[in-house]
Structure formats: structure tokens, C-alpha cells
């Protein structure tokens, strides 16, 4: 079996993956999160998880099959992670009662063969009618502040939403099964 190497320091991806490699090394990519506005969320995803892949494949050591990510929230335009509270409580507010879409890209690099794949996930998730008091309750525990979108699906902010059509662990930044799915389909290697 391959090393499994996740370039990400995100504590959700870390925690999604390890459930499934019990020796999952961790490189943290040393990259900017550009987003173009003239590009679709799909192309800005997979640009950025492509970004983050290389980066790790150029700086470590270890050679395996190399996992990066990069989520973001498309409602009108992209919408990253929130610069402060009140950035926040404005992406919530758009968010409020409207069905918004979820785009995660996916890239991954084999080191030892030379090969690398880059593909999305993009899920709908609908939104409540959020009052003002209640995102100001959800703000208060911090969740929002290194997520794309203002909220965590996983989390708190699971009363933010009334539905989602599409993988639920896209929501929440990795989506496994398409993870799954693209490492049997040209990696012959699997999760589980």
C-alpha cells in the first residue's frame, strides 16, 4: 500500500481522511488561495486543490499519493472564507432562504508514477430563513471563522440548513465517495 499523504491543515479533512489511513501524513501546502472572478467555481477549485498538490509533491520528501482539496460556496459569485464576524453575518444573510451551491476540487498526485488526476463535487444546499438573532447566536461560537461560506454543515451551523441535494461530505470539504471513486478508477488504490 501506498503512503497517503494529505496536503491540507484543515482539522475536518484530516479527521475524514484518518478514519480510512490509520498512517495519514499531513504536509501543510505553502500557497494563496487566488480566486479569479472571471473563472466558474469549478475551474477555481481544482485550480487551488491542483495548487496545494503541487506544492506538497514539490516541497516533501515522502513519496505516495498525494491528496489536496479546496472548497468554496457559489451563490451569485465565489464565496471563500470570511475575513472577519461582519463578512459573516453579510454571506449568511445572502445565504438566508436561498439554495446555494457547494463546489469541492479534488487533486491527486501519484509521486511514485508520475501521474495526477483533478476533478470536482458540487452539491445544493438550501437554506433557512435565518433571522438576524440567530446568525448572531451562530457567530457567537466561532464555527464560521475558517469556513467557506461563513458555516460548518457538521457543526452548529447544521440549523442553518433546511436540505442538500448531493454528497453531504462535500459540505463538510471532502467528498469521499468521489475521493473513492477517482483513486480505484486511476490510482488502483482505494479507502476501504
Do not use: W
Amino acid at each position: 500500500m501506498r503512503n497517503i499523504i494529505l496536503a491540507s491543515k484543515s482539522p475536518r479533512r484530516i479527521e475524514m481522511l484518518k478514519r480510512y489511513c490509520e498512517d495519514l501524513k499531513i504536509v501543510s501546502p505553502n500557497t494563496e488561495e487566488y480566486v479569479d472572478e472571471n473563472d466558474s467555481p469549478q475551474t477555481t477549485v481544482m485550480k487551488i486543490a491542483f495548487e496545494k498538490g503541487l506544492d506538497v509533491y514539490k516541497s516533501c520528501a515522502d513519496k505516495g499519493i498525494i491528496i489536496a482539496a479546496d472548497t468554496v460556496v457559489y451563490l451569485d459569485k465565489i464565496m471563500g472564507k470570511p475575513e472577519n464576524e461582519h463578512d459573516a453575518f453579510n454571506i449568511l444573510k445572502l445565504l438566508s432562504g436561498r439554495t446555494h451551491k457547494v463546489y469541492t476540487g479534488i487533486c491527486i498526485i501519484d509521486s511514485i508514477n508520475l501521474r495526477k488526476v483533478v476533478d470536482y463535487e458540487e452539491t445544493s444546499v438550501e437554506f433557512n430563513e435565518l433571522s438576524d438573532d440567530l446568525i448572531k447566536s451562530y457567530l457567537k461560537t466561532g464555527e464560521y471563522a475558517d469556513k467557506a461560506g461563513g458555516y460548518g454543515i457538521q457543526g452548529y451551523g447544521e440549523l442553518l440548513v433546511k436540505g442538500i441535494d448531493g454528497c453531504y461530505n462535500n459540505v463538510k470539504g471532502l467528498p469521499l465517495t468521489r475521493l473513492n471513486n477517482l483513486l480505484t478508477k486511476h490510482f488502483s488504490h482505494k479507502l476501504l
